[in-house]
């Protein structure tokens, strides 16, 4: 069965940095794209990035790029997201997706529980 | 790259059907999406991948009762039998090399 287990979010200061973590199992981990996806309070789903099973390939939106980099341990089963200079807008649960990559196909299609990031004085 | 258009509510009677739309945007009406179910409070879940064609790959554990189907640039989400957990909203995701992830703007589906 594939696990995703989110965690590492919490409260901190605008200006701020946070480092999510997401465990995976069930499933071969070096072989998979991963992405983050996020949800703002109220709100709909945001993509956030995404990384090959190699990290050979990496993607950010651009309301992230510069401020956040997507990374992983293949050794370790597992998924970061480094979050720097976070302002009010990253106030979101955040969510460890596996990425189907095959020819014809990318979607998402198994999701972690999830992990609140408050960014407030 | 592909927008994904959805409406924002739609309901529909226990024990009745609803269809649910994602449309693509001109240009991208071959796109293979994927439908995802968000219950109140909970995370996602992926329902099916659905191509242009109709063809459509369910998720482990998505009942019968959810189906697909496909007419020139809308896709679709057919629930049969509609039950009260299915109360929930629904994302469409689709992608593109450059997007790589898009979702759209969820439908939020009421069961009265």
């Known amino acids: 069965e594939v696990q995703l287990v989110e965690s590492g979010g919490g409260l901190v200061k605008p200006g701020g940095s946070l480092r999510l973590s997401c465990a995976a199992s069930g499933f071969t981990f070096s072989r998979e794209s991963m992405s983050w996806v996020r949800q703002a309070p109220g709100k709909g789903l945001e993509w956030v990035s995404s990384?090959?099973?190699?990290?050979?390939?990496?993607f950010h939106a651009d309301s992230v790029k510069g401020r956040f980099t997507i990374s992983r341990d293949n050794a370790k089963n597992s998924l970061y997201l480094q979050m720097n200079s976070l302002g009010a807008e990253d106030t979101a649960v955040y969510y460890c997706?596996?990425?189907?990559?095959?020819?014809?196909?990318?979607?998402?299609?198994?999701w972690g529980q999830g992990t609140l990031v408050t960014v407030s004085s | 790259q592909p927008v994904l258009t959805q409406s924002s509510s739609a309901s529909a009677s226990l024990g009745s059907s609803v269809k649910l739309t994602c449309t693509l945007s001109s240009g991208h009406s071959t796109y293979i999406i994927a439908w995802h179910q968000q219950q109140p409070g909970k995370a996602p879940r992926y329902l099916m991948r659905?191509?242009?064609?109709?063809?459509?790959n369910k998720g482990s554990g998505v009942p019968d009762r959810f189906s697909g189907s496909s007419s020139g640039a809308d896709r679709y989400l057919t629930i049969s039998n509609l039950q009260s957990e299915d109360e929930a909203d629904y994302y469409c995701e689709t992608w593109d090399s450059k997007i790589n992830v898009v979702f759209g703007g969820g439908t939020k589906l009421t069961v009265l």
């Open positions: 990384i090959s099973g190699s990290s050979s390939y990496i």
């Open positions: 659905l191509e242009g064609s109709g063809s459509y």
């Open positions: 997706a596996r990425k189907v990559q095959a020819p014809g196909m990318s979607h998402l299609d198994h």
